[in-house]
């Protein structure tokens, strides 16, 4: 009995399905993936290349633009690679210390992207309403002190999440219904109770969740009130058009989110790969997003790369 037990318990690889249902689909649906993947790497490695050599742009929003694209690459490169490899090449077994890993990956860095989005709200609201007083109040020390905790806080709430699941038994299929490795998916291949599990896993993202959605709002509603309030027209529809673009963005991130989250607590009717999809689009449309909203419409972003593409194309000729 020890021995058969034992054999029932051991996951030392699972299968990544993708999306079920769609599977005849997944060398088209890599396509537009691949290409957001690359454009997510190319502009996110540009700003941290254009800010890191232009000393002019060491300023708080920039710095926090810089945790934003680091935090974007890890997250993009922990899922794209091994999902491409999935609809292009039919990859689909995966090492449970590997799934673990990626899993780990996934949900901390999620966290830390959500958290430099309220880091750069506060940036935003403290550049607007508290102007003179910008470099005071969001010093070097600072900054590097809010982004040290983001990052501690997705490490502390997540770290537990590979644990867990380690200890569990896996006595049912080893296939995981989905592209990557998401807890939800994992826990589900448990043969015992994962209530408990299940619960902590979903208290610490809507906790994370809800607290920097109800802070990030508040910061841009309290923007909003100062920019109705600037004296000139064409100062105001530009601080607009910033914010508006920010916006969008944070939507995308935390719409997606919350219908993830709301998908895995209420909505057991929502077809799988309807469910699947727009958890790849909350992974995947982030990062692909962030360097063209908040780097390319950047003019002191936009205005140094032109430079130096125009330096090196008088260097061709």
């Not at 610490?204 to 910061?219: Q, R």
């Not at 419409?297 to 790369?305: A, G």
Request: with cysteine; hydrophobic share 50%; net charge positive.
């Amino acid at each position: 009995m020890g021995p058969a037990n034992k054999s029932q318990t051991s996951a030392d690889t699972f299968l990544l399905m993708g999306i079920p249902g769609l599977e005849h689909l997944h060398v088209w649906i890599g396509i537009p993936f691949c290409s957001m993947y690359v454009v997510a790497v190319v502009g996110n490695m540009t700003i941290l290349a254009v800010v890191r050599t232009e000393r002019s742009l060491h300023e708080p929003m920039f710095l926090f633009l810089c945790m934003l694209s680091v935090t974007d690459l890890v997250l993009s490169t922990s899922t794209l690679p091994r999902m491409l490899c999935l609809f292009w090449l039919g990859a689909q077994d995966i090492a449970f210390d590997a799934c673990l890993t990626q899993m780990f990956f996934i949900h901390s860095f999620t966290a830390m992207e959500s958290g430099f989005f309220l880091s750069m709200a506060i940036d935003r609201y403290v550049a607007i309403c508290h102007p003179l007083r910008h470099t005071t109040i969001l010093t070097h020390t600072r900054i590097a002190k809010m982004g040290a905790s983001v990052v501690l806080r997705g490490v502390a709430f997540f770290s537990p999440h590979p644990v867990l699941l380690r200890q569990l038994p896996y006595c049912r299929t080893r296939i995981i219904a989905h592209t990557y490795c998401e807890f939800m998916a994992v826990v589900k291949l448990a043969c015992v109770d994962t209530g408990p599990t299940k619960r902590y896993s979903l208290s610490v993202a809507s906790f994370i969740g809800s607290c920097d959605g109800l802070f990030i709002a508040v910061s841009y509603v309290l923007i909003l009130r100062a920019v109705f309030h600037l004296p000139s027209r064409e100062a105001s529809l530009k601080a607009l058009g910033t914010c508006g673009s920010h916006v969008c963005v944070i939507l995308v991130f935390y719409s997606t989110a919350v219908f993830t989250f709301l998908t895995h607590r209420f909505g057991h009717s929502v077809a799988p790969h309807i469910h699947i999809f727009i958890a790849n689009i909350y992974l995947l449309v982030p990062p692909f997003l962030n360097p063209i909203v908040y780097g390319i419409r950047t003019k002191k972003i936009q205005d140094r790369v032109l430079s130096s593409l125009r330096v090196k194309v008088a260097r061709l000729y």
